[in-house]
Antibody, heavy 123, light 107 residues
Framework: EVQLVESGGGLVQPGRSLKLSCAAS????????MAWVRQAPKKGLEWVAT????????YYPDSVKGRFTISRDNAKSSLYLQMNSLKSEDTATYYC????????????????WGQGVMVTVSS | DIQMTQSPASLSASLGETVTIQCQAS??????LAWYQQKPGKSPQLLIY???SLQDGVPSRFSGSGSGTQYSLKISSMQTEDEGVYFC?????????FGSGTKLEIK
């Protein structure tokens, strides 16, 4: 059974840093692209970061580029999100998600999600 | 960026009723579309990928269709457990983008 378990959330002041972790199990972690997706309170979903299987390639939207860094440790089946210079608009539940690629349509989708971890940025 | 416009924002349906949710992309996404269901306090769950492929374990009353810029999710016979928020997502180009969601309730 695929399991993704996030940790590391909490209350942090604006401008400070926080690092999220995601422990994966039930599948060969090193074979999959992984991602972080967030959801502000009562809002929709926003993709935050993607990392390739080896970690050599990373992708971010403009809203977090230069502030957030996604990384992975395949030996530990773990995914991370280092968040720096946090802003109030980064307040959200952060989900770790497995990415699946469909060769039929040359596109990605999120086939498994963790339970999420809350990050609150406030003074 | 590819914008995903979902409609309606909310709807209510009776048990057994057929429900359809629409999603429009701002450019052709070549069926690179997925649908997710999110229940209150839970994480999203994948329903459909590649516009029309049913994810393993998802009931067959769920179906997806469409091409180009226009896509839809159909629930053929509304059940109590189908209440929740539904999101579409394009995975063709970065940044991956989601629709704003459709809240589905039992009438």
């Amino acid at each position: 059974e695929v399991q993704l378990v996030e940790s590391g959330g909490g209350l942090v002041q604006p401008g400070r840093s926080l690092k999220l972790s995601c422990a994966a199990s039930g599948f060969t972690f090193s074979n999959y692209y992984m991602a972080w997706v967030r959801q502000a309170p009562k809002k929709g979903l926003e993709w935050v970061a993607t990392i390739s299987t080896s970690g050599s390639r990373t992708y971010y939207p403009d809203s977090v580029k230069g502030r957030f860094t996604i990384s992975r440790d395949n030996a530990k089946s773990s995914l991370y999100l280092q968040m720096n210079s946090l802003k109030s608009e980064d307040t959200a539940t952060y989900y770790c998600a497995r990415l699946k690629y469909t060769t039929d349509y040359y596109s990605y989708y999120f086939d498994y999600w963790g339970q999420g971890v809350m990050v609150t940025v406030s003074s | 960026d590819i914008q995903m416009t979902q409609s309606p924002a909310s709807l209510s349906a009776s048990l057994g009723e057929t429900v359809t949710i629409q999603c429009q992309a701002s450019e052709d996404i070549y069926s690179g579309l997925a649908w997710y269901q999110q229940k209150p306090g839970k994480s999203p769950q994948l329903l459909i990928y590649g516009a029309s492929s049913l994810q393993d374990g998802v009931p067959s009353r769920f179906s997806g269709s469409g091409s180009g810029t226009q896509y839809s999710l159909k629930i053929s016979s509304m059940q109590t457990e189908d209440e929740g928020v539904y999101f579409c997502q394009q995975g063709l180009k970065y940044p991956f983008t989601f629709g704003s969601g459709t809240k589905l309730e039992i009438k």
